[in-house]
């Protein structure tokens, strides 16, 4: 798992990368300043998230076990459905879509707690 984790998280962060590019460079004069603003947090969540996948490719090498797979898995999904969600809302203008990006802050918080707890047990 933890080339899988530090791949997930090399192309994580190309994405968020050329996300931000296209924000600040694509977006700036097309979308008002509060779907801009949304877009920004969805790179810059998505950017933390791709250093906790090499944090989680790191434990995996270190402590492997559910634990840290779990963890690698949540900051994924947390990535898709968090950054995902802010992407899409900012980018269609539909505001129904912000009621799904709580659900990848949730697994966001999963994987850090799975994360400390593989920690914890070792």
Request: hydrophobic share 55%; glycine share 14%.
């Amino acid at each position: 798992m933890d080339r899988t984790f530090f791949l997930l998280g090399a192309v994580s962060a190309f994405v968020g990368v050329a996300a931000g590019a296209f924000g600040a460079h694509g977006l700036k004069s097309r979308l008002g300043e509060d779907l801009l603003a949304i877009f920004e947090t969805g790179v810059r969540y998505q950017m933390y998230h791709a250093f906790a996948l090499f944090a989680a490719a790191w434990a995996a090498s270190r402590w492997p076990g559910g634990l840290t797979t779990a963890a690698g898995w949540l900051f994924v999904a947390g990535t898709v459905i968090f950054s995902g969600s802010l992407y899409a809302l900012s980018l269609t203008g539909q505001r129904w879509l912000g009621a799904v990006t709580p659900i990848g802050g949730l697994a966001f918080l999963a994987g850090w707690l799975c994360l400390a707890a593989a920690c914890w047990k070792s």
